[in-house]
């Protein structure tokens, strides 16, 4: 493009919080045809919130107890959810040692003596535990659209806990304008398959890929590439930043994290999905007034 449709283009941009990185970012969006984008903290709020507590073979509030002394060790969105719910509730500090992260997966720590473990299924097979009768409510949960974490105590299973992010206000708009532009719409989530499914479904997204590890996003986003798709996509988070990189166009939100936004060729300032559509409508438009 012209110098100076470059000036339009990012000016225009600009006006609508959507920063352009350099003329390549704005060029690049003209030939996007996906558009992949994260779920937590890009298409939902990324603010999870408590909504079942289920305990099995021991009192709701002991279960909470075990979960919260780990969670409150992990940065993760959903164990402050769970810390603060567990704070909220007033239920006992327990202290915890051995704490251990398990990206994509969990963590788990001793505390007051018994091995703790809090995370999604994929951590209890990994960690030989039955989880018996608390499956069906996991299941059920995950197909209302809830995430469910399940713990653990000394090799059995004592709970699920159920957690709500609600979508951003735009979310399904943003998704009908880009099918608009006939642009695929694809979801990129490591939370489970029915509940990225359920919110798929409620924003009119058909293709989901799900339970995707930490680092594990960048090879799904080359794998769409090596089937001839030109890329772009949208995260907020750490885990975001390599698949970023990797797509034709990486688009960060800016409430998201530094390395995001650091690694992104465009930077959605007002954090609105909707404007994904905007910064390719601006891409496609500089490049059109060169012609
Ligand atoms: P995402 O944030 O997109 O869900 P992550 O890779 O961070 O992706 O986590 C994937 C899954 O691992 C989560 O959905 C959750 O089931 C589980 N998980 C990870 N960390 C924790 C944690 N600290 N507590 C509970 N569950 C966790
Ligand atoms: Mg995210």
Do not use: C, W, Y
């Not at 089937?227 to 996509?233: F, I, K, Q």
């Not at 060729?265 to 060169?290: C, F, N, Q, W, Y």
Request: no cysteine.
């Amino acid at each position: 493009a012209t110098p100076t449709a470059i000036m339009v283009g990012t000016g225009l941009g600009a006006q609508r919080g959507v920063l352009f990185k350099n003329a390549t970012a704005l060029e690049g969006t003209a030939k996007i045809d996906t558009v992949v984008m994260d779920k937590t903290g890009t298409l939902t709020k990324g603010e999870p919130e408590v909504t079942d507590v289920i305990a099995s073979g021991m009192g709701e509030e002991e279960m909470l107890a075990l979960v919260a002394a780990v969670e409150r060790e992990s940065e993760h969105p959903l164990a402050r959810a769970i810390d603060s719910h567990a704070a909220q509730r007033g239920v006992p500090v327990l202290a915890v040692s051995e704490f251990l992260n398990v990206p994509g997966h969990g963590a788990t720590a001793v505390v007051d003596g018994r091995r703790v473990l809090v995370g999604n299924l994929r951590l209890m097979t990994r960690e030989n535990v039955d989880v018996g009768d608390l499956a069906e409510r996991r299941d059920e949960l995950a197909a209302s659209g809830r995430t469910a974490v399940l713990a653990a105590v000394d090799g059995r299973a004592v709970g699920v806990i159920a957690l709500a992010d609600a979508a951003r206000a735009t979310a399904a708009a943003a998704v009908a304008a880009l099918h608009e532009s006939g642009i695929e719409v694809v979801m990129l989530t490591g939370d489970n398959e029915a509940t990225a499914r359920r919110i798929a479904e409620q924003l009119g997204i058909d293709t989901v890929i799900a339970e995707v590890l930490p680092g594990d996003k960048a090879e799904k986003v080359a794998e769409l590439q090596q089937a001839g798709n030109t890329v772009a996509m949208v995260g907020d988070g750490v885990n975001d930043a390599p698949a970023l990189a990797k797509a034709d166009i990486g688009i960060a939100i800016g409430a998201g994290t530094d390395v995001a936004i650091e690694t992104a060729d465009i930077v959605l300032m007002r954090s609105d999905p909707l404007d994904v559509s905007v910064a390719l409508r601006i891409g496609k438009g500089t490049v059109r007034k060169e012609r």
